[in-house]
């Protein structure tokens, strides 16, 4: 390898504004962040979900109407059944 192309490597400090730190390698002496795993929402299961478009509503909203819809929907097989059931009495009608 080339002599002074390399940046230095520290063992470097990381600490986050909960109070968390622990130390891992970087180029820079000390690290700081806002948030770590210690205090990450997803991480902790404190997750909050923010809905401001009403997204959660409108899909309930779209299922609750399919489910409607559905309940009163005849199956195909029961369609052909009855179909053949409507031609069988006509045919016995002749």
Do not use: W
């Amino acid at each position: 390898m080339k002599k002074d192309i390399h940046p230095k490597y520290y063992e470097t400090k990381v600490s986050c504004v909960c109070g968390n730190s622990f130390d891992t390698g970087s180029t820079l002496p000390e690290l700081k962040t806002e948030i770590c795993s210690a205090c990450h929402p997803f991480y902790t299961g404190k997750q909050k979900i923010v809905d401001s478009a009403r997204r959660i509503e409108k899909f309930k909203a779209k299922v609750e109407v399919k489910d409607k819809v559905a309940a009163n929907r005849k199956g195909k097989k029961v369609k052909n059944i009855a179909r053949a059931k409507a031609k069988a009495e006509k045919i016995d009608k002749e």
